[in-house]
């Protein structure tokens, strides 16, 4: 089942944090392309005393274990006792992530893998015959590809966030998210508001997870066992949330007063090619497309409003 949650705090503060503390890139008040991943062996508790060590990403070294970068990132092994897997990558219009975990464990613990994609990007738009300081909406589509499997007592999930406005990803950006424990194959359109002629910040968000995690239908009011609040388990367990084809950017349709404008102009501050239909892939980004252009462009597309 797919469903939509109304916040990011929580989600943000447990989740988003402990992935950028693996990288040393900081989130600045720009452009950023953010691929991270981190494994849990159960030596600490996920969030409040790990201590993330990412000089040693293959290395059973005890608390979070993680890495992260602006391109392919991953991290997979044997961690106390459990194999840990996750991956992610990143590039303008396109993110992908993957996790998977899988146990037998004699007493209750934690063991999670979790990968993150992030693009953030101040977008400008602006049309002929619309004077600049016009109030818009941007109807905004992201397409969604992927996987989930469970079994035994462990989870998993996937969290897609559209985030806009604010001095920097995640700060004081006003925010929309989707979140699937089910196997998915959606189109999720945002209304976007924005100004013609101003500069905005707009970022992507896509978050996967397994392990002995929990996954409830209103992240806002999970209990404390579920959701984005890891569980002990034991016993066995395996799951994975393979979403590596993929999240895309596959729409951006100006409105105003509900009415498509047409001939929209799309400046961005990374020098990415935005269109109405989404973003200009780099040729190498084609390269990896191509194999899969034919199946999305043909498959039934269904959307979910916010």
């Known amino acids: 089942m797919t469903i939509q949650f109304p916040r990011p705090a929580r989600v943000v503060s447990l989740l ?14 720009g ?14 508790t996920p969030y409040v005393d790990c201590v993330v060590d990412p000089s040693r990403p293959n290395d059973a070294d005890p608390g979070d274990i993680a890495t992260g970068g602006a391109g392919f990132v991953q991290i997979a092994g044997t961690f106390n006792g459990a194999f840990l897997s996750a991956a992610a990558d990143a590039d303008a219009g396109l993110l992908r992530a993957r996790a998977s975990a899988s146990y037998d464990l004699a ?8 990968g993150s994609a992030i693009v953030a990007d101040w977008l400008t738009i602006t049309a002929p015959g ?7 909406t941007l109807d905004l589509s992201v397409t ?8 035994g007592t462990a989870d998993a999930g996937t969290i897609v966030g559209v985030l806009w406005g ?16 089910t196997s998915a194959s959606d189109v999720f ?8 002629g101003d500069s905005f910040l707009l970022t992507l968000w896509l978050f996967s997870a397994a392990g002995t995690i929990g996954v409830c239908n209103d992240l806002g009011g999970c209990p404390a066992t579920e959701g984005t609040t890891p569980y002990e388990a034991s016993g066995l367990g395996a799951s994975s949330a393979d979403f590596f084809n993929t999240l895309v950017l596959s729409g951006l349709v100006p409105k105003v007063g509900g009415v498509p404008v047409p001939n929209p102009v799309f400046t961005a ?7 109405v239909r989404g973003v200009v892939p780099e040729p190498s980004t084609l390269i990896l497309l191509g194999a899969a252009g034919t199946f999305l462009f043909a498959r039934r597309r269904h959307g979910r409003s916010c």
Do not use: M
């Not at 007493?107 to 979790?114: E, Q």
């Not at 501050?269 to 269109?275: F, K, L, P, R, V």
């Open 269 to 275: 501050a990374s020098g990415a090619q935005y269109t």
């Open 144 to 151: 969604l590809e992927g996987t989930i499997t469970r079994s």
């Open 31 to 44: 452009p950023i392309v953010f691929a991270g991943v981190v494994v849990n062996d159960g030596s600490c």
């Open 189 to 196: 359109t945002v209304g976007v508001p924005f100004t013609f």
């Open 16 to 29: 988003f944090a402990f992935l950028l503390a693996a990288t040393p890139r900081p989130v600045v008040a």
């Open 166 to 181: 604010g001095t920097a990803p995640f700060e004081d950006q006003d925010f929309q998210g989707f979140t699937t424990s």
């Open 107 to 114: 007493d209750p613990g934690y063991r999670i893998a979790a």
């Open 130 to 136: 619309v004077a600049d300081g016009t109030p818009g």
